[in-house]
C-alpha cells in the first residue's frame, strides 16, 4: 500500500466498548437502563422534524441554560460531543509532540488513547491500595513537561471518590500553568456529602476544568453531548479546536430539556444509589472486595480471575466489563437486572 499512515498508529491501543449481546442483561457500559428521561423523549421527538438544518455550532440555547442553572458566566462554558470529545479538546489545546499528560491508572480508557494521537508522551500514575486516586503520585509525577492532569472523581471504573478537602490540597500544589481536568461524568450519583464539586473548584482555580456529560445519569448516551466549565481562557481554546456541528441538534434539544426535568433525574439518581448499596452489600457477603463506590458501578478487583468472572457471567447471560488483569466493573441497573448479577456471582466458582 502506497498511502502513508501514521507508523505509531499500530502501537495506539484500541478503545474497548462494552459488548451487547442480544437476550443478555447488559451491565457492561454504565449506561442507565431507563432511558432518557420521560419529558426529554418528546423533546427528542420534536427535534426530530429539524434534522435536515444543520445544528447551532455554538449551542447558544444550551450553553446560556446550562451558564443560568451553574450560576457561570457563559463564555466560561463549552459544549462537546460527549465529555471524551471534551478530554480530546483539552489534549489538543495544550499539548504539542514530546508534552506530557497525567493520569491515574487504572481509569477512563480513553486517556492514554488521546495522549498518544496528539503526539504527547503518557505518565500513568497507579491508584492506591484501596483502588483509590494517588493524589500525591500524581503531583509527584507533573514534571516542567506536563501540560494536563486528568482527575476522574468518582473514578472510572473502580467508582471511588475524592474527598474535596484532599483535591483542594492537591489543587494549591498544582503548578498554575498545568490543566486539572476534574472529569466528572458520574457527579449525578455522587451522595458522598464530603466529595468535591468541580464546577465550584474552577471559581477558585483558573487551571482547572470540569468535564460532565449527558450520557449517564441522563440517558443520553446514544446523543453525545457533554460540557466544560473552566476560565474563559481555556473555553476559547476549546472551541477553537471543536469540530464543526459535531453536537447535534437533536442533542442540544435533549440536553436542554433533561435540564428542565431535574425532580425527575434526582429521583432516578436516589434508585441507582439504593441499588448500588444493595448490590455492593450482597456481593460483600459472598466474599468479594468491592470498594465504595459513588457512580452507578462497582467494581471487583478479581485480578487474573476477571477473565473467568467474565466468562462465567456471560454463559449465565449477563453482561460485564472484564479490564484483564485488573478487574471487573458492573453497571447498577434495574433491580431484576441485578438480581440476575448477583445470581450470577453467586455461583461463580473460578
Not at 16 to 34: F, I, M, Q, Y
Not at 149 to 163: A, E, I, Q
Request: with cysteine; glycine share 6%; aromatic share 6%.
Amino acid at each position: 500500500m502506497s498511502v502513508r499512515i501514521r507508523s505509531d498508529l499500530e502501537k495506539l491501543p484500541a478503545y474497548v466498548a462494552g459488548r451487547t449481546v442480544p437476550g443478555s442483561v447488559k451491565l457492561a457500559s454504565n449506561e442507565v437502563s431507563a432511558g432518557p428521561l420521560p419529558s426529554v423523549v418528546e423533546a427528542i421527538t420534536r427535534a426530530a422534524h429539524d434534522v435536515h438544518r444543520y445544528p447551532d455550532m455554538a449551542a447558544t440555547e444550551l450553553v446560556e441554560t446550562l451558564a443560568d442553572r451553574l450560576a457561570v458566566t457563559t463564555d466560561r462554558i463549552a459544549v462537546g460531543c460527549g465529555s471524551v470529545a471534551l478530554c480530546q479538546q483539552i489534549v489538543q489545546a495544550t499539548c504539542e509532540p514530546g508534552d506530557e499528560v497525567v493520569f491515574p491508572w487504572r481509569s477512563f480508557e480513553a486517556y492514554p488513547i488521546l495522549a498518544r494521537v496528539a503526539g504527547a508522551e503518557e505518565v500513568r500514575v497507579p491508584l492506591t491500595p484501596e483502588h483509590e486516586l494517588d493524589l500525591a503520585g500524581l503531583l509527584a509525577a507533573i514534571t516542567p513537561a506536563t501540560r494536563v492532569v486528568f482527575v476522574c472523581t468518582p473514578n472510572n471504573p473502580t467508582g471511588t471518590s475524592l474527598r474535596r478537602e484532599d483535591l483542594e490540597d492537591f489543587l494549591r500544589r498544582v503548578p498554575p500553568e498545568v490543566v486539572v481536568v476534574l472529569d466528572e461524568a458520574y457527579r449525578e450519583f455522587v451522595t458522598d456529602p464530603e466529595a468535591p464539586d468541580g464546577v465550584e473548584l474552577t471559581r477558585q482555580r483558573d487551571n482547572v476544568v470540569s468535564l460532565r456529560t449527558f450520557s449517564k445519569a441522563y440517558g443520553l448516551a446514544g446523543l453525545r453531548v457533554g460540557y466544560a466549565v473552566g476560565a474563559p481562557e481555556i473555553i476559547t481554546a476549546l472551541r477553537k479546536v471543536y469540530i464543526p456541528f459535531s453536537v447535534s441538534a437533536v442533542a442540544q434539544r435533549a440536553a436542554v430539556a433533561s435540564l428542565s426535568a431535574s425532580t425527575e433525574l434526582e429521583r432516578r439518581c436516589a434508585e441507582i444509589a439504593t441499588e448500588r448499596t444493595r448490590v455492593r452489600e450482597a456481593l460483600l457477603e459472598l466474599g468479594y472486595e468491592v470498594p465504595a463506590s459513588q457512580a452507578n458501578f462497582v467494581w471487583l478487583p478479581l485480578g487474573e480471575r476477571s477473565a473467568a468472572f467474565d466468562a462465567h457471567c456471560a454463559e449465565n447471560r449477563v453482561v460485564v466489563r472484564a479490564f484483564a488483569g485488573d478487574g471487573v466493573r458492573i453497571t447498577i441497573g434495574a433491580p431484576e437486572e441485578n438480581d440476575a448479577l448477583l445470581k450470577a456471582a453467586a455461583s461463580f466458582r473460578g
